[in-house]
T-cell receptor, first 109, second 118 residues
Framework: TQLLEQSPQFLSIQEGENLTVYCNSSSVFSSLQWYRQEPGEGPVLLVTVVTGGEVKKLKRLTFQFGDARKDSSLHITAAQPGDTGLYLCRGNYGQNFVFGPGTRLSVLP | GAVVSQHPSWVICKSGTSVKIECRSLDFQATTMFWYRQFPKQSLMLMATSNEGSKATYEQGVEKDKFLINHASLTLSTLTVTSAHPEDSSFYIC??????????????FGPGTRLTVL
């Protein structure tokens, strides 16, 4: 069974700060997704990374897929209260997938 | 992007009753839909994979007779919680895989259904 770890588990920062969230595994994934979920809502897809070493940017969010496709990071620049939520990574292998436990981010105004 | 809806968004029922939750893909066809359960402040727990026109595949530890899944069309899957009890209270979320989408294995999630069993 593939496992994904996320760190930190919780993160509380002030508006304007930068942060990085990590998603790690000992397994290789064919692709990986990042989602953000707000309380009482379903997760929203942020990005899919496929190629080892790939970097994708989405406004203030930068996503990187590790060279070996075993890990990924999400970096947020100048965090805003609207970034608050649960960030989930999901690793895919074949038709199967596994979710990480999530990082709960709170950005204080 | 692809839109998935769920109905109802919340439901309160008495213990022993059955509750049906609908999951619809609004602008794409979904051969495969997934049902998740989420406890407060935790990640998603996959319950079952729903395949159009065939039986659902349940994850280990999920009772098939308790959580009935029907995927009758390419845009609709239903989850019925039978003889619900307070321990079934949870946030249930569905997702759908867009086979016509650009990304690999991308799933689009519904907004979730909050079930409270009294």
């Amino acid at each position: 069974t593939q496992l994904l770890e996320q760190s930190p588990q919780f993160l509380s920062i002030q508006e304007g700060e930068n942060l990085t969230v990590y998603c790690n595994s000992s397994s290789v994934f064919s692709s990986l997704q990042w989602y953000r979920q707000e309380p009482g809502e379903g997760p929203v897809l942020l990005v899919t990374v496929v190629t080892g070493g790939e970097v994708k940017k989405l406004k203030r969010l930068t996503f990187q897929f590790g060279d070996a496709r075993k890990d990924s990071s999400l970096h947020i620049t100048a965090a805003q209260p609207g970034d608050t939520g649960l960030y989930l990574c999901r690793g895919n292998y074949g038709q199967n997938f596994v979710f990480g436990p999530g990082t709960r981010l709170s950005v204080l105004p | 992007g692809a839109v998935v809806s769920q109905h109802p968004s919340w439901v309160i029922c008495k213990s022993g009753t059955s509750v049906k939750i609908e999951c619809r893909s609004l602008d794409f066809q979904a051969t495969t839909m997934f049902w998740y359960r989420q406890f407060p402040k935790q990640s998603l727990m996959l319950m079952a994979t729903s395949n159009e026109g065939s039986k659902a595949t349940y994850e280990q530890g999920v009772e098939k007779d308790k959580f009935l899944i029907n995927h009758a069309s390419l845009t609709l899957s239903t989850l019925t919680v039978t003889s619900a009890h307070p321990e079934d209270s949870s946030f249930y979320i569905c997702s759908a895989r867009d086979l016509g989408g650009l990304g690999p294995n991308e799933q689009f999630f519904g907004p979730g259904t909050r079930l409270t069993v009294l």
